[in-house]
């Protein structure tokens, strides 16, 4: 009895290693590759991605008298610290509280934006969008369209934390962006770190179509960058070729971005190959011509999201850019 206790105890111990050793991987996925370029010259100062779109909405605030932010918790700066000391600048009248009701912040957001004003909701976490989804995909995405192009929903930015941090669980870790890029009229943004939020979520504020911006959450305080102090926008629907190459094309959007990036250079030391690494930055709309123009060059392609794979973005993508290399070939027989 005492040799199979032993043998049990032992068994159980290795067991609990193993699965502490994944666990870690899990929680360290990544290798952050920080941007090294500014989008324009002038006065950087180090910052976080929590901390760049702090200073983006702080930007929006000061020059947008308009501008209000709101939603669950964000008067002392909400869970992830986004919102802090936002309040104590600008008034509770342009930072405040909401009741914690998701589809009430999103119809308040719609009304806001209609009425002219420029409105900032946040939603906790992405994984509790959902009650919002009608106000969403029925009001906000419509405004423009049931109205015959008179009636634009004004500036509606909808943020939203998501997609895995190492812990969790389900309820706090979902990549929900597929859902939405079914729906004209939104647009859909995922930035991948510190200068690209700040240029994006300017962007999204400043545009008359209403923008969901997903901020990936792992990379609020692990992503750090030189980010210009100054106003600078990046443009929604535009990817970027982060590295160039011919032996395969890469894409992804947030966090999978530094996966690839990774990817590549192990693809460089062990292979010595060199493969192209394509950040989409806005799945809604999304850059066709810059990325079907790179697997014409490369004649190979891998896709990476965490969203799940049954009806992911990627999916569109794979469908895509199969149709045109089938065209394309087509197109050089005749």
Same mark, same amino acid.
């Given at each position: 009895m005492n040799a199979l206790t032993t043998q049990n105890v032992s068994t159980l111990?290795?067991?609990?290693?193993?699965?502490?050793?994944?666990s870690k991987r899990l929680s360290s996925h990544f290798i952050y590759f920080p941007d090294n370029e500014a989008p324009l010259e002038g006065e950087t100062s180090k910052m976080n991605m929590m901390q760049a779109i702090n200073n983006a909405m702080d930007l929006t605030l000061k020059n947008d008298p308009t501008a209000v932010l709101? %939603?669950?918790? +964000?008067?002392?700066?909400?869970?992830?610290?986004? $919102?802090? *000391? =936002?309040?104590e600048k600008y008034g509770k009248d342009r930072v405040f509280n909401t009741p914690l009701c998701e589809q009430g912040i999103a119809g308040f957001g719609i009304g806001v934006a209609t009425a002219g004003a420029t409105a900032i909701a946040e939603i906790q976490f992405a994984d509790y969008i959902f009650p919002a989804f009608d106000q969403l995909v029925n009001e906000a995405a419509k405004a423009r369209y049931r109205s015959g192009g008179q009636f634009p929903c004004g500036g509606l930015t909808v943020r939203a934390p998501c997609s895995a941090v190492g812990h969790g669980g389900l309820y706090?870790?979902?990549?929900?962006?597929?859902?939405?890029?079914?729906?004209? %009229?939104?647009? +859909?943004?995922?930035?991948?770190?510190?200068?690209? $939020?700040? *240029? =994006?979520?300017?962007s999204c504020v400043r545009d008359r179509d209403p923008c969901l911006f997903l901020e990936p959450k792992i990379l609020y305080r692990s992503a750090n960058e030189m980010v210009p102090v100054d106003d600078y926008t990046l443009p929604i629907g535009k990817a970027q070729v982060l590295r160039e190459g011919d032996a395969a094309t890469l894409i992804a959007w947030g966090t999978q971005v530094h996966v690839l990036l990774e990817v590549a250079q192990?693809?460089?030391e062990k292979l010595n190959v060199n493969v192209e690494v394509i950040d989409l930055m806005s799945i809604l709309p999304w850059d066709e011509e810059t990325v079907c123009n790179s697997v014409k060059k490369t004649g190979r392609c891998l896709i990476s999201h965490e969203a799940p794979l049954t009806s992911g973005f990627g999916a569109e993508l794979a469908a895509t850019i199969q149709v045109l290399l089938k065209l394309n070939t087509f197109r050089s027989r005749n």
């Amino acid at each position: 009895m005492n040799a199979l206790t032993t043998q049990n105890v032992s068994t159980l111990t290795k067991l609990v290693k193993c699965v502490n050793a994944y666990s870690k991987r899990l929680s360290s996925h990544f290798i952050y590759f920080p941007d090294n370029e500014a989008p324009l010259e002038g006065e950087t100062s180090k910052m976080n991605m929590m901390q760049a779109i702090n200073n983006a909405m702080d930007l929006t605030l000061k020059n947008d008298p308009t501008a209000v932010l709101f %939603g669950e918790d +964000v008067a002392f700066g909400g869970v992830f610290r986004c $919102a802090l *000391g =936002l309040q104590e600048k600008y008034g509770k009248d342009r930072v405040f509280n909401t009741p914690l009701c998701e589809q009430g912040i999103a119809g308040f957001g719609i009304g806001v934006a209609t009425a002219g004003a420029t409105a900032i909701a946040e939603i906790q976490f992405a994984d509790y969008i959902f009650p919002a989804f009608d106000q969403l995909v029925n009001e906000a995405a419509k405004a423009r369209y049931r109205s015959g192009g008179q009636f634009p929903c004004g500036g509606l930015t909808v943020r939203a934390p998501c997609s895995a941090v190492g812990h969790g669980g389900l309820y706090h870790s979902q990549s929900p962006e597929a859902y939405f890029a079914h729906t004209p %009229g939104l647009k +859909v943004v995922i930035p991948r770190g510190p200068i690209t $939020a700040k *240029g =994006l979520l300017l962007s999204c504020v400043r545009d008359r179509d209403p923008c969901l911006f997903l901020e990936p959450k792992i990379l609020y305080r692990s992503a750090n960058e030189m980010v210009p102090v100054d106003d600078y926008t990046l443009p929604i629907g535009k990817a970027q070729v982060l590295r160039e190459g011919d032996a395969a094309t890469l894409i992804a959007w947030g966090t999978q971005v530094h996966v690839l990036l990774e990817v590549a250079q192990m693809a460089k030391e062990k292979l010595n190959v060199n493969v192209e690494v394509i950040d989409l930055m806005s799945i809604l709309p999304w850059d066709e011509e810059t990325v079907c123009n790179s697997v014409k060059k490369t004649g190979r392609c891998l896709i990476s999201h965490e969203a799940p794979l049954t009806s992911g973005f990627g999916a569109e993508l794979a469908a895509t850019i199969q149709v045109l290399l089938k065209l394309n070939t087509f197109r050089s027989r005749n």
